[in-house]
């Protein structure tokens, strides 16, 4: 089994600034992207940021509503990911889940699974 361990939510004022983190553990083959979702009371959750696995390049691909804001980062030996979030506004309070794409060894073979963690809520208000 795969836990992700997540920390680093909380309140913060506009304009201010947090970092999350996210540690993945298990009996992992091998992680092909982590990432961040978020939702906000009554609305869908969507895409932060992604990071992929170095094979694929190391790519990041973030939400336009956060681009120039947010940077995402991976210790790939700690298996764990990290949101640099700046500049917060109330548009960015949610739920924030860490996302995990992992290939793991079962018996039958090399299988693919999704994980998710249970979220931690950030909150920008004055």
């Known amino acids: 089994q795969v836990q992700l361990v997540e920390s680093g939510g909380g309140l913060v004022q506009p304009g201010g600034s947090l970092r999350l983190s996210c540690a993945a553990s298990?009996?992992?083959?091998?992680?092909?992207?982590m990432g961040w979702y978020r939702q906000a009371p009554g609305k869908q959750r969507e895409l932060v940021a992604v990071?992929?696995?170095?094979?694929?390049?190391?790519?990041?691909n973030y939400a336009a509503s956060v681009k120039d804001r947010v940077t995402i980062s991976r210790d790939y030996a700690k298996n764990t990911v990290y949101l640099q979030m700046n500049t917060l506004n109330p548009e960015d309070t949610a739920v924030y889940y860490c996302?995990?794409?992992?290939?793991?060894?079962?018996?039958?073979?090399?299988?693919?699974?999704?994980?998710w963690g249970q979220g931690t809520q950030v909150t920008v208000s004055s």
């Open positions: 990071i992929r696995s170095v094979g694929s390049g190391g790519s990041t």
């Open positions: 996302h995990a794409d992992v290939d793991l060894r079962r018996a039958w073979g090399i299988t693919n699974y999704i994980y």
């Open positions: 298990g009996s992992i083959f091998s992680t092909n992207a």
